[in-house]
């Protein structure tokens, strides 16, 4: 990923000093406490999804205050015993003021809309609603903005990308987001950061668990994940400076594949054999801090 030229001037622009401060409360204290103490909620735009839920139960599992949003405003009937940590909205990510609204006062906001029957096209909700959410992001100084977006969306020529791309140009439209919002943050002076997650096959299986997932950066490899793992590493993500400003793939550490042969994998079940070396690129831990450390920013911090 190359280094965008704006990118220098606006990281000098933020108060160097606010930022360390920031820095060495995020390390000291466990994410639930970082939330309570400054006193904001992570906002969940398309809350509804399969995974845009796994991340609602994720925060309210840390005890973390969440919004979380819908076109309708209303939530799954899983959600309808009441918490004081949960609050519902109304949010149409086709429209910026309804995004901006939502957003305003968060700590971290969570993209996990998709273009569905009810709810737009992929034009109209994996691009203009991510711009969306970037833009009101920054008018807002939300501290950080995390994306799910897809493996593969950065590859055209490779068979995942053709086959999902099939479904309402779908993945040309997450790339299209994907590289407005990069230049939108690297254009800005506001002390805020984005994450692009890049899940593999998305599957409702149980969680791994952090020391059975992989990362990995420049979109060569995928797999399957569970969409409660993608959500743990979605919530993590907001509270780590490895994950500021990145792009990243993640999936099953034993279900990595090459794109061009991940796709029949992924259809066949398969799992690579016992005592498979990692990728030379791959990054794996026993903790969120390990599994995201050495991330490559997208441009220069």
């Known amino acids: ?16 000093t606010a930022a360390a401060a920031c820095a060495a409360v995020l390390s000291f204290l466990s994410p639930g406490t970082v939330f309570a103490a400054a006193g904001g909620a992570v906002t969940v735009l398309g809350a509804n999804g399969k995974t845009g839920t796994e991340c609602v139960k994720q925060l309210l599992a840390k005890g973390i205050a969440c919004t979380a949003t819908s076109r309708s405003g209303s939530l799954k009937s899983e959600f309808e015993d009441p ?8 949010v149409d990510v086709t429209n910026l003021s309804s995004v901006s609204a939502a957003v305003k006062g968060a700590k971290g906001v969570i993209f996990a809309a998709s273009a569905s029957k009810g709810g737009g096209n992929a034009e109209a909700v994996d691009y203009k609603g991510v711009v969306n959410a970037a833009k009101a992001c920054l008018e807002n100084n939300v501290p950080r903005l995390v ?11 490779s068979p995942v990308y053709k086959f999902l791309n099939l479904f309402g140009e779908i993945m040309k439209f997450k790339a299209l987001g994907e590289e407005e919002v990069r230049a939108l943050y690297a254009q800005s002076d506001a002390p805020c950061y984005y994450t ?19 990362i990995n950066q420049g979109d060569a490899i995928s797999g399957r994940i569970a969409r409660a793992d993608v959500a743990a590493i979605c919530v993590e993500a907001i509270y780590s400076d490895a994950t500021r400003d990145t792009t990243f793939e993640c999936y099953g550490a034993d279900t990595g594949k090459p ?43």
Do not use: C, Y
């Not at 990923?1 to 160097?16: C, K, P, V």
């Not at 897809?150 to 020529?157: L, T």
């Not at 692009?196 to 992989?214: H, S």
């Not at 042969?261 to 791959?282: D, E, H, Y």
């Open 1 to 16: 990923m190359t280094a965008s030229s704006g990118s220098a001037s606006r990281r000098e622009a933020l108060d160097s």
């Open 83 to 90: 918490s004081a940590l949960l609050t519902a909205a109304a």
């Open 147 to 157: 994306i799910v977006s897809s493996g593969g969306v950065s590859k055209p020529n």
């Open 196 to 214: 692009i997650v890049r899940p593999g096959g998305l599957t409702l299986a149980p969680p791994l668990g952090v020391e059975q997932l992989e």
């Open 259 to 301: 794109l061009d042969s991940v796709g029949v994998s992924n259809i066949l079940k398969q799992t690579a054999g016992p005592g498979t070396p990692a990728p030379s690129s791959a990054h794996r831990g026993s903790t969120w801090a390990q599994l995201f450390q050495g991330l490559e920013p997208d441009h220069a911090l």
